[in-house]
């Protein structure tokens, strides 16, 4: 685990008292000392579902190794008890006390991550990347081939540092979760066919819109998944939960941090970040680049024939996280509907998985 405070206050759900000086002080405590934060301009505030808050801390007299710019992220208030159910910002608030570290993945920088096992509530303080600099990335603008295949690298990097069961032991909460979702019952399949039969899913094949056929191919993953090697996925690598540094590209938002197959990333990656053209042009060639990273950072990586076989079929994974989205810009769930879509209708992938 790094070397986190552990605050009388782990993870409050009240943003008010998180963006307040005598907790930031506290969350930020170097050597048992709190930090002398004088003030808190907050920047910005957005979501759709964690609140991201952007601040900027002024300090008094104990402020070495400190940084002014902060983003600090969880659900909060009253309409967050939901989300709080699902236990994903728990998950990120670990990965960050006590995986980050551990992988050579370019993370941003956390200043304290807090857990409040009561309220199933996490918290957690990043240094600022967008006043450092960096650039976050959407599905709304070009996403090259090359910034693939650098993407791709950071993914193999994930993957082959955690693909040993030694290193998966040091992590026994970090579940897998695809079974888990053919569950979700938030969203149930009548009501994604309905969802899918807007204009979200507007030219793509019927067996493509069709809900239960998505959970279906969900469950048929879940069962391929299970007898599989494993390795830590990010979960949902897609364009939004990528930026762009001066250092290279980087990934953010952990929440769906699971065990399961490489495969699960990778074509959820491509298919989600690249034009529908683009990806059928380039995909072989960036698996192929993938694999090679994957050996290259000590990963036993399958032959190409196995891998192909095991990308085809992990699209429909992607597809179902995005057919099941509705708290999102529906420019950007539209976006990423059709070219996971048309990438699960060009590779025949129900079929493959049974369904």
């Not at 199933?120 to 600099?133: C, E, F, H, P, R």
């Not at 239960?212 to 494993?230: D, M």
Request: with cysteine.
């Amino acid at each position: 685990m790094q070397g986190f405070v552990t605050t009388a206050e782990p993870a409050p759900i009240d943003l008010d008292r998180v963006l307040s000086p005598e907790w930031l002080a506290a969350a930020l405590a170097r050597d048992g000392a709190p930090a002398d934060v004088r003030s808190v301009k907050v920047v910005d505030i957005f979501g759709p579902s964690a609140t991201k808050a952007r601040v900027e801390l002024e300090f008094g007299s104990r402020s070495a190794g400190l940084h002014r710019a902060y983003c600090i992220k969880g659900f909060f208030g009253a309409g967050a008890l939901g989300y709080l159910k699902s236990g994903v910002q728990v998950t990120e608030a670990s990965f960050y006390r006590e995986c980050a570290a551990r992988l050579p993945v370019r993370v941003p920088d956390c200043a304290y991550a807090g857990v409040d096992r009561e309220t199933n509530a996490g918290v957690i303080v990043m240094k600022d990347l967008i006043t450092a600099g960096a650039r976050f990335l959407t599905a709304l603008e070009p996403y090259t081939v090359e910034q693939a295949r650098a993407s791709l690298d950071q993914l193999a990097r994930l993957h082959a540092a955690s693909s040993t069961p030694e290193m998966l032991a040091h992590w026994p909460w970090v579940r897998s979760r695809v079974e888990e979702l053919t569950r979700y019952q938030h969203v149930p399949a009548p009501r994604v066919t309905e969802l899918m039969t807007t204009d979200r899913g507007e030219g793509l094949p019927d067996e493509v819109r069709d809900g239960e056929r998505i959970y279906a191919a969900l469950a048929a993953i879940g069962r391929r998944t299970a007898s599989s090697p494993l390795c830590l996925i990010h979960g949902d690598a897609h364009a939004g939960n990528v930026f762009q540094a001066a250092g290279g590209i980087g990934l953010v938002d952990w929440q769906l941090l699971q065990r399961g197959q490489w495969s699960l990333d990778v074509a959820y990656h491509v298919a989600a970040v690249l034009t529908v053209d683009d990806r059928r042009a380039s995909e072989e060639e960036l698996l192929r680049h993938y694999l090679a990273r994957f050996t290259a950072h000590g990963g036993a990586a399958p032959d190409f024939a196995e891998a192909w076989t095991r990308y085809r079929e992990a699209l429909a994974y992607g597809l179902f996280l995005w057919a099941i989205t509705v708290r999102v810009d529906p420019s950007i769930i539209r976006q990423f509907i059709i070219r996971l879509g048309t990438a699960v209708a060009d590779h025949r992938s129900m079929h493959l998985l049974g369904v």
